[in-house]
């Protein structure tokens, strides 16, 4: 009950932030007005707009995930609100967990109302419904789930502007992965050694995308069951693991 | 009188970085609160009042030292559901309504509805806000209305213990006034009060018991009647000459003479018999002989001045 009244609560003064909401308005904005692009052929017209559409939600789902993350526990802290929550029959985890909680919670109801639009978009253009993007969008909102479970991480030692820098440059790393697994067998013991530490201490962010892979139908998953179901497990236990790293700081930290 | 605060030796020191030294915010403070008191505790600004308790609740941790809130470990949770804190110059939600937010917090206490729209309407009745003002956002709030609200939140689980800091600071009168009667009409209700304050008269007014801490030490702490009175007497006379007048300030005392009226407000006490001597010699009349009650800011700046205050 703790937890879920601290992560109501956070949802509840996220989705008034108009910087969230701006992201969001904009994010619609463009998946909306897709149709709009003039395009050669049918077929040109679809993979364009399930490009934008997905590329879009990924932009401003990034964007949405750093802002309200990055900020949740030290505004928390600088407001001096925590005073009156910590000093209630709360316990340090629970606050942790209700704050990531209430953030994917903001991530999940921004990404679902461009994941709804941009649906409803597809149907419109296309004449049919599009299963398919929407294991798009899934596999998007679990990457910002370890996004902000890295910044939450963060966000309980570091200041925002280094967690920005560093939770914004191991995501970028991250989605590298496919570079980092490359350079694990490099003839170079030193790089190759180097490549083993980031391939497997990042999150590999870039297991996510499938974008190319839904927009370009020539390109097969094997087995796409196993491949959804591993990148959620994966982004569950990720996020599980930096959770725990994140309350056993913020157990420490003096507010 | 079981005890409902009770502190040993507890010491917090701050590295600072920059100087390359150790700052004692608070030194060896041993001290104890009876449940049901009133319990002032003063101190100059960075005196280190606020960190104590902080250390108290559990949101920052000794450097040395124990302490036992409601029988509890400092932090601990059980003791936590019984008590409660209101920071000095509180900060909440602003975007969340009077309500929300005590609605918020009262389900931190783990409050059922209907229980907790019933204390929740309760507490905003008690500090008397404006029942217009408890569906509006808190942005819109005076300091007087959050301060309201502040000490709604601190009655809301209807505590055993509260910890109050600097509770009526930046208040206008009537405000001010208002939220001290609050906090007696709290004392009333049984419940132990720790107010950390340097508004005195307010602590001279609602306090049974006051400890004055400096630089982070203790310098002492007692019932308020014996801290203020003194053990000198005031000597009180009408119809005194200049010339007995002139007589009495020999004696080395401050006299205050005004028409014939004398007070010589801290005498000692074998000089009484002096004083009441020459009154009389000079055909005078002793009117009263008090014992001397000093002011809690005279204690005050007594105590700090000696410890070595500027």
Request: hydrophobic residues 40%; positive net charge; proline residues 12%.
């Given at each position: 009950m703790v937890t879920m009244a601290i992560a109501r609560q956070t949802l509840e003064d996220m989705l008034r932030r108009k910087i969230l909401l701006i992201l969001l308005i904009v994010g619609v904005g463009m998946i909306a007005l897709g149709p709009s692009v003039g395009f050669l052929t049918p077929r040109e017209s679809s993979a364009v707009l399930r490009s934008l559409g997905l590329a879009v939600i990924l932009i401003a789902g990034l964007l949405i995930t750093v802002i309200s993350s990055i900020q949740v526990i030290p505004t928390e802290i600088e407001r001096r609100t925590i005073y009156t929550v910590l000093s209630k029959p709360v316990q340090r985890y629970q606050f942790v967990l209700g704050k990531f909680l209430g953030g994917i919670m903001t991530v999940f109801v921004m990404i679902a109302a461009m994941g709804i639009v941009f649906l409803g978009v597809l149907f419109w253009h296309e004449k049919a419904f599009a299963p398919d993007m929407l294991k798009g969008v899934v596999m998007t909102f679990c990457q910002m789930m370890l996004l902000g479970a890295l910044t939450i991480f963060f966000s309980t030692f570091a200041p925002p502007v280094v967690n920005f820098f560093l939770s914004f440059g191991l995501f970028v790393v991250g989605n590298l992965s496919t570079v980092t697994e490359s350079l694990t067998?490099?003839?170079?013991p030193v790089t190759a050694i180097l490549a083993k530490i980031v391939h497997y201490s990042i999150p590999n962010f870039g297991n996510f995308n499938m974008q190319n892979k839904l927009i370009h139908p020539e390109i097969v998953i094997k087995n796409e069951t196993v491949f959804l179901t591993q990148n959620i497990v994966y982004a569950v236990l990720y996020s599980a693991v930096l959770l725990v790293l994140a309350i056993l700081v913020f157990d420490k930290r003096e507010v | 009188m079981p005890v409902a605060l009770s502190i040993q030796g507890l010491t917090k020191k701050y590295l600072d970085v920059w100087n390359k030294e150790e700052i004692t915010a608070v030194d060896d403070l041993t001290l104890e609160v009876e449940e049901g008191e009133i319990f002032g505790f003063l101190g100059r600004n960075g005196a280190g009042k606020t960190t104590t308790i902080k250390m108290l609740l559990g949101l920052i941790f000794p450097t040395a030292g124990t302490a036992t809130v409601l029988g509890k470990p400092m932090g601990d949770t059980e003791a936590k559901a019984q008590l409660s804190y209101l920071p000095e110059n509180p900060y909440f939600y602003e975007n969340m309504t009077g309500w929300d937010v005590l609605d918020f917090y009262g389900r931190l206490f783990r409050m059922g509805e209907p229980a907790r729209s019933r204390r929740i309407e309760k507490c905003l009745n008690d500090v008397r806000l404006d029942q217009r003002a408890w569906r509006r956002p808190l942005r819109g709030y005076s300091k007087g209305m959050l301060q309201r609200i502040g000490i709604a939140q601190a009655l809301l689980n209807d505590p055993k213990l509260l910890f109050l800091d600097e509770p009526t600071s930046g208040l206008d009168p009537i405000a001010h006034a208002e939220l001290r009667d609050i906090i007696v009409d709290v004392g009333k209700q049984g419940k132990t009060v720790f107010l950390s304050s340097h508004q005195l008269p307010d602590v001279e007014l609602v306090c049974s018991r006051v400890a004055i801490i400096h630089r982070g030490k203790l310098l002492t702490t007692g019932p308020l009647n014996e801290l203020t009175s003194g053990d000198k007497v005031e000597v009180r006379a009408e119809a005194v000459p200049g010339e007995a007048a002139e007589k009495i300030r020999t004696l080395g005392v401050q006299i205050e003479q005004n028409d014939g009226r004398v007070r010589?407000?801290?005498?000692d006490p074998e000089q009484v018999n002096d004083i009441i001597d020459i009154v009389r010699g000079h055909k005078g009349t002793v009117t009263a002989v008090l014992p001397h009650k000093r002011t809690l800011e005279e204690v005050f700046v007594d105590t700090v001045l000696k410890a070595g205050g500027d």
């Open positions: 067998s490099n003839r170079n | 010589v407000p801290a005498a």
